[in-house]
């Protein structure tokens, strides 16, 4: 645990970062933009259980591990989103939410 | 010492956090989102897990920014701006997120935390036997399936972005225009 700081002032960082995510999420009108707010989101995540089990569970490594789950995962989503955003902007040729909207074709 | 170091990386976070939500040139704000995953491995080097720093470090500084730029320089315009949304939409999702941020802010500070006093670090060999180990509260099978979800997603991205070719040189919703 980090020498003089609680588990609150930790958790309000996470917290502040999660809604600004969300923020960027709703407001944002690119697709390349929605997939970074995204990360923001997940890594916001990711710090709480890393912390949590830092400072409630010391002796376990759940926490760690699941982070490093949540890793791999959010690698293969944005590796599947790039592919999908590229497939769109050769048939479409825009990334903008207002034109995708055709699922098909 | 380490209480400063933790505050000077929590302005970091948030600032460039926001910097990269409302920024209007989308090669900066991924840049500002690179700032944030690097503070990010800061705090996980604070709280001495140095091997997910590692990998916060490779994996998304490394990796998934580089993929962001790629995409972001194979699509857009560089010198274009970003649409931005209306300011009342603004407004709104700010005042909503707001909202949400105080729920959540009350929630944590009324709820009591048994918070254990430790210093012990967590080694990375430690980390590889849990993962790899078969008994009770062992990760052998979420760890192979993660192995098999990674290589699905790789050959999905490799079908899903080779795509098909342009008729005669035109994108295709010309073509559809056309058809209509």
Known sequence: ?105 | MERFIFYILAVILIVSAIASVSSKKMLRSVIYLLFTLCGIAGIYFLIDYNFLAAIQLTVYAGGIIVLIIFSVVLIHHIEMELEVAKLSKKIIVGLACAIGLGVFLTTIYSHQFNVVENYNSVTTEQIGLKLLSYEDGGFILPFEVISVLLLAAMIGAIVIAKGKKMEDGRPKSEVLNEDK
Request: glycine share 4%.
């Open chain 1, 1 to 105: 645990m980090i020498a003089g700081i609680s588990i609150y002032e930790i958790l309000t960082v996470t917290s502040i970062l999660f809604f600004i995510g969300v923020y960027g999420f709703l407001t944002r009108k690119n697709l390349i933009s929605i997939l970074m707010s995204i990360e923001l989101i997940l890594n916001a995540s990711v710090i709480n259980f890393v912390v949590i089990n830092k400072y409630l569970y010391p002796d376990m490594l759940q926490g760690v591990v699941f982070s490093i789950f949540i890793i791999a995962v959010a690698a293969a989503e944005t590796a599947l989103a790039v592919a999908i955003i590229i497939n769109l902007y050769r048939q479409i040729a825009s990334v903008e939410i207002k034109d995708t909207e055709i699922m098909k074709y």
